[in-house]
């Protein structure tokens, strides 16, 4: 079994700056991608940003220039650095990693269970 548990959401003004945590725990042999998702009232979850485990970033066209994912290995952490917020930032962020438990045992698929971001005045 594998567990992600997020950290760091809550309410921040326009133009401010908000710091994800996501740190995996349990059965973890080795973590390939990680990475940051989110979904907003009324749509589907959208990609934000992943992270291979040899640092290769990806990064949605919304976020580009505001966001830096990185991680920390030996923690088997991954965080979302978010600065120059909008109001359209504002969702439901959600960690996702594919993790092995073995060589032989993976879970492609692990997601936490969601930290909330809402950007407003």
């Known amino acids: 079994q594998v567990q992600l548990v997020e950290s760091g959401g809550g309410l921040v003004q326009p133009g401010g700056s908000l710091r994800l945590s996501c740190a995996a725990s349990?059965?973890?042999?080795?973590?390939?991608?990680m990475g940051w998702y989110r979904q907003a009232p009324g749509k589907q979850r959208e990609l934000v940003a992943t992270i291979t485990n040899g640092g290769s970033t990806n990064y949605a066209d919304s976020v580009k220039g505001r966001f830096t994912v990185s991680r920390d290995n030996a923690k088997n952490t991954v965080y979302l650095q978010m600065n120059s917020l909008k109001p359209e930032d504002t969702a439901v962020y959600y960690c996702?990693?594919?993790?092995?438990?073995?060589?032989?045992?993976?879970?492609?698929?692990?997601w936490g269970q969601g930290t909330q971001v809402t950007v407003s005045s």
């Open positions: 996702n990693a594919d993790v092995r438990a073995s060589i032989i045992i993976r879970y492609p698929n692990c």
């Open positions: 349990g059965s973890i042999f080795s973590i390939n991608d």
